[in-house]
């Protein structure tokens, strides 16, 4: 099996920052994507920002200049950097990654719990 978990929510005032950590582990051969999504009250999940296996980086526009994804491959552990937070910054946040189990498997997508952030105004 493969578990992904996250770690870093809490609650902050608007202005300040957090970092949220996500780590795949278990079986696995290989991660390729991994990203961050966010699920505020009564709105769909959204993504926020996704590294690919070979570095390349996407965000959402609402978070561009103020996020940072990055990633520990010999970890398997993808990290969010999130200055300047707004209170719209308010969500959970959930993890995902992309698992190869085996060199015969095809990529599954795995979630981890969430982990809610909280911006106070």
């Known amino acids: 099996q493969v578990q992904v978990m996250e770690s870093g929510g809490g609650l902050v005032q608007a202005g300040g920052s957090l970092r949220l950590s996500c780590a795949a582990s278990?079986?696995?051969?290989?991660?390729?994507?991994m990203g961050w999504y966010r699920q505020a009250p009564g709105k769909q999940r959204e993504l926020v920002a996704i590294?690919?296996?070979?570095?390349?980086?996407n965000y959402a526009d609402s978070v561009k200049g103020r996020f940072t994804i990055s990633r520990d491959n010999a970890k398997n552990t993808v990290y969010l950097q999130m200055n300047s937070l707004i209170p719209e910054d308010t969500a959970v946040y959930y993890c995902?990654?992309?698992?190869?189990?085996?060199?015969?498997?095809?990529?599954?997508?795995?979630w981890g719990q969430g982990t809610q952030v909280t911006v106070s105004s």
């Open positions: 995902n990654a992309e698992v190869k189990r085996s060199i015969w498997s095809g990529l599954l997508d795995y």
């Open positions: 278990g079986r696995i051969f290989m991660v390729n994507d």
């Open positions: 590294i690919k296996g070979g570095g390349t980086t």
